[in-house]
């Protein structure tokens, strides 16, 4: 499965990217999170869909650094364009 999400909040600055790339390195998940323009953070994650359900559920927890206000994500096939995980 493929995890297409965007993280708003205060999300930048504050070691988000580097939480998230350990938190998908420590599932087993494939693909890369990086910083946008507008202050948010955007990832892509392909795995197991449980695997894919628990980084979700943790991207919506109190456990991520910063403040997250709000996750807008989607699930789809995977398409396998990535070898590990990586922050840009």
Do not use: C, H
């Not at 993280?7 to 504050?14: N, S």
């Not at 939480?19 to 990086?34: D, H, I, P, S």
């Not at 628990?54 to 807008?72: A, C, H, K, Q, Y």
């Amino acid at each position: 499965m493929r995890l297409t999400a965007r993280v708003f909040g205060v999300v930048q600055g504050v070691g988000f990217r580097y939480w998230t790339m350990g938190k998908a390195e420590e599932l087993g998940l494939t693909g890369e999170v990086k910083n946008l323009a507008d202050g948010s953070v955007a990832l892509v994650a392909e795995g197991p869909q449980w695997k894919i359900n628990e980084l979700r559920t943790w991207l919506n927890s109190e456990r991520t650094p910063g403040r997250v206000e709000r996750v807008e994500d989607s699930i789809s096939a995977a398409e396998g364009n990535f070898r590990g995980f990586r922050a840009r």
